[in-house]
């Protein structure tokens, strides 16, 4: 029986618990400047090669050459310092860099090689210092990472006996089985590992690639759980202590850091430092970048002084920052959204804005770290498949003097299995396995290439021609090894937009209640004035009718980090009298809603009460959505994704029990809460507000006609998926509101803009 991929990395490894756990390295504690100065043996101010050696071989116990865990540990317990055996074992695994369970002279070179970053062959105080922030950082992101992970083992160990059996430790990641197919695949994973845990896709999917022993692309199979089983179970005795687990799975993390880093290489340099990018922009040192600030940073590499910063002015000045070429141009390319090679000040605009994460007008450390770590992650997902593409372009540049518009083409042909030209089906399969990239990024890359939105590639139309012509930047008729992988990194970038995006609305409380209040608080006095919320809503009337209509009211609301829909129930939460506009006496009527003690000022306390409501409301409303969705999906006979009359008639008719073409008050209060999800108070509503002549039944007079036009808001005789759920949000905030004064109206369905 062949050993699982895991077992064969996890039997290198030798774990020295007990000694591990007075390992002295604490980040609270740990004064690096004693550590430099009793490394500095001759007191010359820096580190040189003999000197570092000199401090291992010293802490060669035994005399075999190198250093083992033990001997790493009692090295260290000269310092007393104090630290966790978790953070003991991630010092040990990170200095051995070959994993072979010792550090030998080779890996103390390499590490002194790794922190010499101006290449004299010693370290100074302030090399040293920083390679101790950097690890000191690495640290702290897998100790949180490691915190949520013990939680999921915690929950597993339903016995609390700090064993798990096979049925408990798999269930750790059974929920990521979503579809129900009993298997796992890669996306399904690291959308749940990434959830759970906070760690990012890179780091999430090359885990996958681990656990997948048998590389069919899913987990979860009898044979594979056991070879995992099996090697988590490293002393062997038959059973897998939460101790184990979470020691190999640092291992493994570690390892997969390691990689990571290895082909982040091509895109960012290794003495990168988040912390010192962030104090280099914030000029007045007073912890956050303002936008100011951040147009001067990024003008500074206007050269030419014209207002607009170009691909050529911006790479050479941000390689400077600690990024390679290809990552500079990757920055410039996700920075530059009108894809013309400049980059004007409203694009920096839109830089600083996806930074300020909770729209307060500045971004912090956290801010800037969490987007600096998206962005890093998408440089290594990045730098693989760069490694893959020029394997490809070596393959088909015959005689490496850049390729044709044949061999350039000739890259995709394979992909082509009927030769009738390459749909997506063929595209994906073949990108998938050339690459490792991921079904959906592959799938968008897809329709980037399929211009004319035909779903076929041809290598022998226009389409493909233009792609060539594109990709061949200095226009020499030839497409150059560099060439192709630079545009090849521009489209990832054009991919990358459309993910986040994506990710945008299907995140619809990507915003932070107490940011949002500072927003408001203009004065900064820790209260909202009817004042400072009028001027709020007077910043949304773009036409300045005096009014906020919908389309107004949502491009704005979402710059707080709401998405789309849930600034349109916030907008129908707000128009008290379904009017589809707020007035200044419906922005009135929410102050006092906020002013819970009537003095006419909004504290922090009262303003989360009611967002956190709002909140939970729009939480309801997401969870009835996803039954909705297959009312309409069944309703949509021809699958177009809009409804006809005749269609939308079908939306209730699972209801009508007695086949009589009416609804009765009974028939719906049976039908609609097992359907929608929704309870029976607002089922009631609901069918009061169908009922228009309250006799009790939906369906006679004109009131399937007006049901229908109410949702067709644009007017073109069909209605749309969009229409439909934004006219039931509009339903819903309308139950809710007369839920609350319990008077039900007789306003008409609808909503326009």
Same mark, same amino acid.
């Given at each position: 029986?062949?050993?699982?991929?895991?077992?064969?990395?996890?039997?290198?490894?030798?774990?020295?618990?007990?000694?591990?756990?007075?390992?002295?390295?604490?980040?609270?504690?740990?004064?690096?400047?004693?550590?430099?100065?009793?490394?500095?043996?001759?007191?010359?101010?820096?580190?040189?090669?003999?000197?570092?050696?000199?401090?291992?071989?010293?802490?060669?116990?035994?005399?075999?050459?190198?250093?083992?865990?033990?001997?790493?540990?009692?090295?260290?317990?000269?310092?007393?310092?104090?630290?966790?055996?978790?953070?003991?074992?991630?010092?040990?695994?990170?200095?051995?860099?070959?994993?072979?369970?010792?550090?030998?002279?080779?890996?103390?070179?390499?590490?002194?090689?790794?922190?010499?970053?101006?290449?004299?062959?010693?370290?100074?105080?302030?090399?040293?210092?920083?390679?101790?922030?950097?690890?000191?950082?690495?640290?702290?992101?897998?100790?949180?990472?490691?915190?949520?992970?013990?939680?999921?083992?915690?929950?597993?160990?339903?016995?609390?006996?700090?064993?798990?059996?096979?049925?408990?430790?798999?269930?750790?990641?059974?929920?990521?089985?979503?579809?129900?197919?009993?298997?796992?695949?890669?996306?399904?994973?690291?959308?749940?590992?990434?959830?759970?845990?906070?760690?990012? &896709?890179?780091?999430?999917?090359?885990? %996958?690639?681990? *656990? @997948?022993? =048998? $590389? +069919?692309? !899913?987990?979860?199979? #009898? /044979?594979?759980?056991?070879?995992?089983?099996?090697?988590?179970?490293?002393?062997?005795?038959?059973?897998?202590?939460?101790?184990?687990?979470?020691?190999?799975?640092?291992?493994?993390?570690?390892?997969?850091?390691?990689?990571?880093?290895?082909?982040?290489?091509?895109?960012?340099?290794?003495?990168?430092?988040?912390?010192?990018?962030?104090?280099?922009?914030?000029?007045?040192?007073?912890?956050?970048?303002?936008?100011?600030?951040?147009?001067?940073?990024?003008?500074?590499?206007?050269?030419?002084?014209?207002?607009?910063?170009?691909?050529?002015?911006?790479?050479?000045?941000?390689?400077?920052?600690?990024?390679?070429?290809?990552?500079?141009?990757?920055?410039?390319?996700?920075?530059?959204?009108?894809?013309?090679?400049?980059?004007? &000040?409203?694009?920096?605009?839109?830089? %600083?804005?996806? *930074? @300020?994460? =909770? $729209? +307060?007008? !500045?971004?912090?450390? #956290? /801010?800037?770290?969490?987007?600096?770590?998206?962005?890093?992650?998408?440089?290594?997902?990045?730098?693989?498949?760069?490694?893959?593409?020029?394997?490809?372009?070596?393959?088909?540049?015959?005689?490496?003097?850049?390729?044709?518009?044949?061999?350039?083409?000739?890259?995709?042909?394979?992909?082509?299995?009927?030769?009738?030209?390459?749909?997506?089906?063929?595209?994906?399969?073949?990108?998938?396995?050339?690459?490792?990239?991921?079904?959906?990024?592959?799938?968008?890359?897809?329709?980037?290439?399929?211009?004319?939105?035909?779903?076929?590639?041809?290598?022998?139309?226009?389409?493909?021609?233009?792609?060539?012509?594109?990709?061949?930047?200095?226009?020499?008729?030839?497409?150059?090894?560099?060439?192709?992988?630079?545009?090849?990194?521009?489209?990832?970038?054009?991919?990358?937009?459309?993910?986040?995006?994506?990710?945008?609305?299907?995140?619809?409380?990507?915003?932070?209640?107490?940011?949002?209040?500072?927003?408001?608080?203009?004065?900064?006095?820790?209260?909202?004035?009817?004042?400072?919320?009028?001027?709020?809503?007077?910043?949304?009337?773009?036409?300045?009718?005096?009014?906020?209509?919908?389309?107004?009211?949502?491009?704005?609301?979402?710059?707080?980090?709401?998405?789309?829909?849930?600034?349109?129930?916030?907008?129908?939460?707000?128009?008290?009298?379904?009017?589809?506009?707020?007035?200044?006496?419906?922005?009135?009527?929410?102050?006092?809603?906020?002013?819970?003690?009537?003095?006419?000022?909004?504290?922090?306390?009262?303003?989360?009460?009611?967002?956190?409501?709002?909140?939970?409301?729009?939480?309801?409303?997401?969870?009835?959505?996803?039954?909705?969705?297959?009312?309409?999906?069944?309703?949509?006979?021809?699958?177009?994704?809009?409804?006809?009359?005749?269609?939308?008639?079908?939306?209730?008719?699972?209801?009508?029990?007695?086949?009589?073409?009416?609804?009765?008050?009974?028939?719906?209060?049976?039908?609609?809460?097992?359907?929608?999800?929704?309870?029976?108070?607002?089922?009631?509503?609901?069918?009061?507000?169908?009922?228009?002549?309250?006799?009790?039944?939906?369906?006679?007079?004109?009131?399937?006609?007006?049901?229908?036009?109410?949702?067709?808001?644009?007017?073109?005789?069909?209605?749309?998926?969009?229409?439909?759920?934004?006219?039931?949000?509009?339903?819903?905030?309308?139950?809710?509101?007369?839920?609350?004064?319990?008077?039900?109206?007789?306003?008409?369905?609808?909503?326009?803009?």
């Amino acid at each position: 029986l062949t050993p699982h991929p895991v077992a064969l990395e996890l039997l290198k490894m030798k774990f020295f618990i007990v000694a591990a756990a007075i390992v002295a390295l604490a980040c609270a504690q740990l004064d690096v400047k004693k550590l430099f100065d009793e490394a500095d043996t001759n007191d010359d101010g820096m580190i040189d090669l003999q000197e570092e050696l000199k401090a291992n071989r010293a802490a060669d116990i035994n005399g075999d050459g190198v250093v083992n865990a033990s001997e790493f540990v009692i090295a260290f317990k000269k310092r007393d310092l104090k630290t966790s055996t978790r953070e003991a074992l991630f010092f040990f695994f990170t200095s051995d860099m070959n994993s072979d369970q010792v550090i030998d002279d080779s890996e103390v070179t390499m590490g002194i090689r790794m922190l010499d970053s101006n290449n004299d062959t010693k370290m100074s105080y302030e090399e040293y210092s920083k390679g101790f922030s950097l690890m000191m950082s690495s640290l702290k992101m897998v100790m949180e990472g490691a915190k949520k992970v013990q939680a999921m083992v915690d929950a597993a160990d339903v016995d609390d006996d700090d064993m798990l059996t096979g049925d408990e430790m798999f269930s750790i990641i059974s929920p990521a089985d979503t579809d129900g197919s009993n298997g796992i695949d890669k996306k399904e994973f690291v959308t749940f590992w990434m959830s759970k845990t906070g760690d990012n &896709m890179d780091r999430s999917e090359r885990l %996958f690639n681990k *656990f @997948d022993g =048998n $590389k +069919d692309g !899913s987990l979860m199979s #009898d /044979e594979e759980k056991k070879g995992i089983y099996t090697a988590f179970d490293y002393n062997k005795d038959g059973i897998v202590s939460t101790e184990e687990f979470m020691n190999a799975m640092l291992f493994m993390h570690v390892q997969i850091r390691r990689e990571s880093r290895m082909a982040l290489s091509v895109m960012v340099t290794p003495m990168f430092d988040i912390q010192a990018a962030f104090s280099k922009a914030d000029n007045n040192s007073d912890g956050v970048i303002d936008n100011t600030e951040f147009n001067m940073l990024y003008m500074s590499f206007d050269a030419n002084d014209d207002g607009n910063v170009t691909i050529g002015e911006f790479v050479p000045r941000f390689i400077k920052t600690g990024f390679t070429e290809k990552g500079s141009i990757y920055v410039f390319f996700r920075m530059d959204k009108s894809g013309d090679n400049i980059l004007t &000040m409203n694009e920096i605009d839109t830089a %600083f804005g996806d *930074f @300020d994460m =909770n $729209k +307060d007008n !500045s971004i912090s450390m #956290d /801010e800037f770290s969490k987007v600096m770590n998206m962005l890093l992650d998408q440089l290594s997902i990045a730098a693989k498949l760069g490694a893959k593409l020029s394997a490809m372009v070596d393959d088909a540049d015959t005689d490496g003097n850049g390729m044709t518009e044949a061999e350039m083409l000739s890259i995709l042909a394979p992909a082509d299995m009927n030769a009738d030209g390459i749909d997506k089906d063929e595209f994906r399969a073949f990108w998938m396995n050339k690459t490792g990239d991921n079904m959906d990024r592959s799938d968008r890359l897809f329709a980037i290439f399929d211009k004319d939105q035909n779903g076929i590639l041809k290598t022998d139309d226009a389409e493909a021609k233009g792609f060539f012509i594109g990709f061949d930047y200095n226009k020499d008729g030839m497409v150059s090894k560099d060439e192709f992988l630079n545009a090849m990194l521009y489209l990832f970038a054009e991919v990358m937009d459309g993910v986040e995006a994506d990710m945008m609305k299907m995140k619809p409380m990507m915003f932070s209640i107490s940011a949002n209040f500072n927003m408001i608080d203009n004065n900064t006095d820790g209260q909202i004035s009817r004042d400072e919320m009028h001027a709020v809503f007077q910043s949304f009337d773009d036409d300045m009718d005096g009014s906020v209509n919908a389309s107004e009211f949502v491009k704005h609301y979402m710059m707080t980090g709401m998405s789309s829909s849930g600034s349109l129930f916030i907008f129908f939460r707000t128009d008290d009298n379904g009017d589809l506009k707020v007035v200044k006496s419906e922005v009135d009527s929410t102050f006092d809603n906020f002013d819970q003690d009537d003095n006419d000022m909004i504290s922090m306390a009262e303003y989360g009460m009611v967002m956190n409501k709002t909140m939970g409301e729009l939480a309801t409303a997401k969870m009835t959505g996803k039954n909705l969705d297959k009312i309409f999906q069944a309703a949509d006979a021809d699958a177009d994704m809009s409804l006809t009359r005749t269609e939308a008639g079908m939306l209730l008719a699972p209801a009508d029990e007695d086949k009589d073409g009416l609804l009765s008050k009974a028939e719906f209060e049976k039908y609609w809460p097992k359907a929608s999800g929704e309870p029976l108070d607002r089922t009631a509503m609901f069918f009061g507000y169908l009922d228009k002549d309250d006799d009790g039944e939906f369906g006679n007079d004109n009131e399937k006609t007006d049901f229908f036009d109410s949702f067709d808001y644009n007017d073109d005789d069909s209605v749309t998926q969009e229409e439909f759920n934004n006219s039931m949000l509009y339903i819903y905030a309308k139950i809710l509101k007369d839920l609350e004064s319990r008077v039900i109206g007789d306003t008409i369905i609808g909503y326009f803009f």
